[in-house]
């Protein structure tokens, strides 16, 4: 007698595994968004001519925007960062501020990979160095650059690489648009350039070297407006580097 018992007998089973799978697969899902909202990756897309995203693994804008407010103390709240431009040795974005206020985090940490290989550099050295520069250029002349609000070596690894909180100037990049200047506005131009340049010679040391703090600079709420001093170090250079004629450059004995 034909009989369809075997047949229902397995339904259950089946059942079972449909609300099992289903349960597995939404499961995932779930555990997927989250893990997207508590861990997502907001780096900036930066493709280089092999379509590649060279921005910097370690480097996370949420990162940036928390390691801000941990130091911001009267500048109001970070409430947005985004990429602005980058370099071979540092990633630059632009903060704002619940105040409405736009500044400029400087984060130094190898973009393309070759070149970290290549060339690796000891950060918190060469972006102290970069900032003592600029910060002696605002005393000593009279070229617009940019105040150095924070220092960070990023200690704790926070960010992911040595990083400033600056001034954000804006402005055209002046290769842009200087094939468009007349006759009269590039004048100008060749005018003002000389006239930065003549300051810069006029500054004089008693020795080669590069311009460092005489402190650490890590609690300090505004550097270009402390009273910091600075004296002529060590040269900064890339470690290992190599010239044309294959010589090796390393940097040289302290001479402060």
Known sequence: ??????????????????????????????????????????????????????????????NIKRALNRRMHGRGRCVDVRYLSHGASHVVLLAKTSYKEEYVVRVTGSVYEHFQWAHPFWQTYKETSEVASMV??????????????????????????????QDYMEGERLYEFLPELSGE????????????????????????????????????????DDDLEIRVGRLVTLRGLRMENDYRVGPPKDMG
């Open 136 to 165: 002696a250029l605002r005393r000593l002349t009279k070229i617009p650059v940019p105040r150095v609000y924070l220092f960070d070596e990023d200690r704790d690894n926070a960010v992911g690489g040595v990083w400033t909180l």
């Open 185 to 224: 506005a590039l004048e100008q131009v060749r005018a003002q350039l000389a006239n930065w340049m003549l300051q810069v010679f006029h500054l004089e040391f008693s020795q080669i070297g590069s311009l460092h703090f005489t402190r650490s600079l890590n609690e300090i709420r505004d550097v270009s």
């Open 1 to 62: 007698m034909f009989s369809l018992w075997p047949t229902f007998s397995r339904w259950p089973r089946l059942s079972l595994w449909l609300i099992w799978t289903t349960a597995e697969t939404m499961l995932a899902s779930l555990l997927k968004q989250v893990k997207s909202i508590l861990y997502w990756d907001d780096r900036p897309v930066i493709l280089d001519d092999d379509d590649v995203n060279i921005w910097p693994p370690n480097i996370r804008p949420r």
